[in-house]
């Protein structure tokens, strides 16, 4: 790309946009007034697991 | 009429603007028809203008005005301010102006 003048003050931290984003949506979530918060922090809920494969089966999951 | 948080100003857009795609800070976005305005935060995005006057607003958090808590913009600028001023790395002081900046943006949408 151009030069690296006038880049924004995340990325010249080493910051890509969606970590930006997400950081300042997070932010924005919680200072919402109540039922708002709990829906929105509800709303943003992650569950995942992660199981190691090994020889083509599954370990336990951790 | 529409006006959008860009990261560039404040940017008014009408039917027939011209094509655009505008990168948003947090900030707010207000809605003008006829007398009526309706206001919105939005936490950050792209506002996409087409040539046929449609214009999409994509961002993560948009929320009415009156969903947002005065008190907890307060304690947050407060918190943010003094994380920046004790961060060390540059991933912490860019985490915290990100924190200032958001809760800067909260604090004058509030009393604007």
Redesign the interface.
Known sequence: MASNAAM???R????TYIT??????N???????EP??SE?LSREKVHFSVSKWTDGKPEKPS | MVIIPATTGQMGVLPGHVSTIAELKPGVLSVHEGNDVIKYFVSSGFAFIHANSFTDIIAVEAVPLDKIDANQVQKGLAEFTQKFNSATTDLEKAEAQIGVEVHSALSFALSG
């Open positions: 924004p003050f995340w010249a931290a080493g910051m930006y984003s997400n950081i300042c949506a932010l924005v979530r919680n200072c919402l007034k708002h918060k929105a």
